[in-house]
């Protein structure tokens, strides 16, 4: 099972990036996604989470719609689009198959990625 990461970058304040995450060696039907990131010297946080059918949804109280999570079950990958991006989003972002993602977050985190770096700073 492997989990990749990819598409964090320096951004300055208010810009956009879209994160992404290929799953390799899971059935996209088999788990729901999750978004986490950590900031240094802060607890990892999440951010968003997708059910196997994008039925379901989350996003954690500090993207205040900002985030959009997706999924393409044929490829394989689930993006994160990130808008209006501030200083404090900066943090390394992980993917990770959860057994769940329901309406208080993801639940059952088996398998993680290594990260992204996402900076964000004029």
């Known amino acids: 099972v492997q989990l990749v990461e990819s598409g964090g970058e320096l951004v300055q304040p208010g810009g956009s990036l879209r994160l992404s995450c290929a799953v390799s060696?899971?059935?996209?039907?088999?788990?729901?996604i999750a978004w986490f990131r950590q900031a240094p010297g802060k607890e990892r946080e999440a951010a968003s989470c997708?059910?196997?059918?994008?039925?379901?949804?989350y996003y954690g109280n500090f993207v205040q719609g900002r985030f959009t999570i997706s999924r393409d079950n044929v490829e394989n990958t689930i993006d994160l689009q990130m808008n209006s991006l501030k200083p404090e989003d900066s943090a390394t972002y992980y993917c990770?198959?959860?057994?769940?993602?329901?309406?208080?977050?993801?639940?059952?985190?088996?398998?993680w990625g290594k990260g992204t770096l996402v900076t964000v700073s004029s």
């Open positions: 990770a198959a959860a057994e769940m993602c329901g309406r208080g977050g993801p639940y059952g985190l088996d398998y």
């Open positions: 060696g899971l059935s996209s039907l088999d788990y729901d």
């Open positions: 997708i059910g196997t059918n994008s039925g379901i949804t």
